[in-house]
């Protein structure tokens, strides 16, 4: 049995299965063909933070691979009020067949894990979002890394740069992770006290990954530039201090420029326009921010079936 508990969780074969096969799904998505390889197959989602896309894309994913889905949140379930997440984990999985996890610290989901007869998603972590890393790459690779048959061809991404702009967070961990499995360059500049930590991030050296003090610097030459909130959930009472901190780390025009010509925008999204993008990024030509959110659930579809069926055809 697999959990999907952080990116290295797969190797750069499984991720190349994944996004072929997302792609599978995606098209008879789009061609209202029925694709229900999980009938009576049920996911249960337990939200201890705050969710739109995760929300919808693990549920009408998962309803439309022909299974059913059960939303749990700390203030409507035992979790709240202190039911140990071992029990929590023995009860829940002899009932579901697999598990995905919106928490706070990542020793919570693994504690979970280890006691779950079913395989568990990360769904956000403090730490960690890795269902997001894998959309934003098939989205990469759908605008600019398709093989001449139109497949998504992670060797397009070997020798590419990501620019990261702003907080050490858990996008910034899980992308430092996917460079070093699918061979490409991260380009981190955060403000100071708000670094990557390579020991948080997991991953065993530094070479896949690049700090820049200047964010314009981090983007001259990317082939993506890519943000995140100032203030990631559960870090609200760090707001006010964080808003100062980051001032100069905002994705402008500028920043746009100083990348490829044909660079791509990105942001896991929800967005604060005015605070770590413009308007005119976000909104602009170079933005793919809605495929991304989009490709959340066509991943995600292929993840699920995968966990729990292996690979297919
Ligand atoms: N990007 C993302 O995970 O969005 P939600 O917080 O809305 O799920
Ligand atoms: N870093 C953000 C991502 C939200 C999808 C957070 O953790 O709140």
Not at 75 to 89: F, K, N, T, V
Not at 137 to 142: I, P, V
Not at 170 to 188: E, K, R, S, Y
Request: hydrophobic residues 40%; aromatic residues 10%.
């Amino acid at each position: 049995m697999k959990h999907y508990l952080q990116f290295s969780d797969f190797g750069a074969d499984e991720y190349a299965y994944l996004f072929e096969r997302a792609a599978l799904i995606k098209r008879k998505f789009k061609a209202y063909e029925r694709h229900q390889t999980l009938t009576d197959r049920t996911l249960a989602m337990i939200f201890e933070k705050a969710s739109t896309r995760t929300r919808v894309s693990f549920e009408a994913g998962m309803y439309q691979l022909g299974g059913s889905v059960v939303h749990l949140t700390t203030g409507d379930s035992q979790l709240g009020r202190a039911e140990p997440i071992e029990d929590s984990a023995k009860v829940i999985s002899r009932m579901v067949d697999l598990v995905m996890i919106r928490t706070f610290e990542q020793t919570k989901i693994e504690a979970f894990a280890a006691h779950s007869r079913v395989p568990v998603i990360n769904g956000l972590t403090n730490e960690f979002h890795p269902c997001q890393i894998l959309a934003d790459l098939f989205t990469l690779l759908e605008h600019r890394g398709a093989n001449p048959q139109g497949k998504p061809d992670p060797a397009f991404l070997r020798g590419k740069t990501v620019a990261w702009v702003g907080d050490g967070n858990n996008m910034a961990n899980t992308w430092l992770q996917a460079a070093d499995i699918l061979g490409f360059t991260v380009h981190v500049s955060t403000p100071s006290g708000y670094e990557v930590d390579q020991s948080v991030a997991g991953i065993r050296s530094s070479g896949s990954y690049k700090v820049f003090a200047n964010p314009m610097d981090a983007c001259a030459g990317a082939d993506l530039v890519t943000t995140d909130v100032w203030t990631s959930m559960g870090y609200e009472a760090e707001n006010e201090a964080r808003k100062k901190a980051f001032n100069d780390w905002c994705v402008d025009q500028d920043m746009m420029r100083a990348a490829k010509p044909d660079a791509l925008f990105m942001h896991c999204l929800p967005a604060h326009r005015g605070e770590e993008v413009e308007a005119e990024v976000i909104d602009g030509p170079q933005s793919v921010v809605w495929d991304e959110a989009e490709n959340r659930m066509h991943v995600q579809k292929a993840l699920m079936e995968y966990l729990l069926l292996g690979q297919q055809g």
